[in-house]
């Protein structure tokens, strides 16, 4: 599907399911509002699938956008770009984080090349045709790159708007794959050198605020190197001015491919009315993106968590979600949302399977 068509798909809540799942909750054999905010949660899912309960949000799929990015050249982060080709090769054997949280929650995981700058290691496994369903123990690499990384963002656009195009619709196109293989719920994941520069752009642009407040330590970089990012990204969105209510203009000028990317599967999954678990800072930079082409689409996001980055935080505020969890992760791949994953499913279980006061012949107050 094009930006067009998927953006034209999206709608609005369903009201009458999410009062259905109101009155349920209710009627439960539980004190009234005594699971917080997992009863909201289980009401706005309803509101999503359009009625109540909604279904189970399984089997859980796992898509990492893999990009790297042109401002590595100002040095912003001390990793070396080759690591983005080099983690690929371990998300695919099976070897990160990513992994080992997928494993444990029984969750797909797919890796999508849309725009790594080196040679990925060739001896990969898992790699197949693009449309061929991962499994929980097979993840699978998908050949999406548009281009080898993004040009520098302090320098000129990171990429011209068909290249953000071409990303956002990569997004779209996986979102439908893996629910055509039956995923009940998507989960991001992101894999790029540098990409927390371009998310601090992102969420400053989007939110109109000084990049110092978007701005975090990445990986983990030494106040010089931090100063250095602040500057770049606030050079960045001088030099290039991006009109939040352009959002594939922003993601151009100062975006990542992975970012356009998440922005296009967030976009697809809300025109499928499948909820989207969203992991770190990247990801919800690019559910600012989302909600920019399609207000309804926040209707579809899950905050996993609450990344330690302060761009974070930021972006969640704008887009009015809570995060499930607050531990301090500031890895990225999608470990947050995998984490995040068990409350989502139990949210909506919670409809399925509590009795209520009446089939339980449990007294009310």
Not at 255 to 275: K, Q
Not at 290 to 314: D, L, N, Q
Request: glycine content about 12%; overall charge negative.
């Amino acid at each position: 599907m094009t930006v067009q068509t998927t953006i034209a798909a999206i709608r609005p809540p369903d009201e009458s399911a999410m009062a259905a799942a109101r009155e349920l909750q209710g009627r439960l054999t539980k004190p009234a509002g005594s699971l917080g905010a997992l009863e909201e949660l289980s009401v706005r899912l309803a509101g999503l699938a359009g009625h109540c309960p909604p279904p189970l949000p399984e089997p859980a799929a796992v898509a990492i956008f893999a990009g790297d990015h042109g401002v590595h050249a100002q040095g912003v982060t001390p990793w070396p770009q080759e690591v983005t080709a080099q983690m690929i090769g371990n998300f695919l054997a099976g070897g990160a984080v990513v992994n080992a949280f997928a494993r444990q929650a029984g969750a797909s995981v797919t890796v999508v090349d849309v725009g790594v700058a080196t040679p990925i290691p060739a001896a990969a496994p898992g790699e197949e045709a693009a449309g061929a369903p991962p499994t929980r123990d097979a993840p699978r690499l998908v050949a999406a790159n548009v281009r080898p990384g993004t040009r520098d963002l302090a320098v000129t656009a990171a990429l011209t708007r068909d290249e953000a195009r071409a990303a956002v619709e990569t997004g779209i196109r996986v979102a439908d794959e893996l629910i055509d293989a039956g995923a009940g719920i998507l989960l991001t994941g992101d894999m790029g050198i540098g990409n927390t520069t371009p998310a601090a752009a992102l969420i400053a642009a989007f939110a109109g605020i000084d990049p110092a407040e978007t701005t975090g330590r990445g990986t983990g970089v030494d106040d010089p190197t931090y100063a250095r990012k602040v500057a770049v990204v606030r050079a960045a969105l001088r030099r290039h001015a991006p009109d939040p209510a352009d959002p594939l203009g922003v993601l151009a000028a100062v975006g990542g491919l992975e970012h356009a990317a998440l922005a296009g599967l967030i976009l697809g999954a809300a025109a499928r009315r499948t909820p989207v678990l969203l992991d770190g800072v990247i990801a919800v930079a690019a559910a600012l993106a989302a909600a920019a082409f399609a207000p309804h689409a926040v209707a579809a996001m899950v905050a996993g968590h609450r990344s330690a980055e302060p761009g974070a935080t930021v972006a969640l505020r704008r887009l009015g979600l809570e995060p499930l969890i607050d531990l301090g992760l500031r890895l990225g791949e999608g470990t947050g949302a995998l984490l995040a994953l068990p409350v989502v499913t139990g949210a909506v279980r919670v409809l399925h399977e509590v009795a209520t006061f009446d089939s339980a012949g449990v007294a009310e107050k």
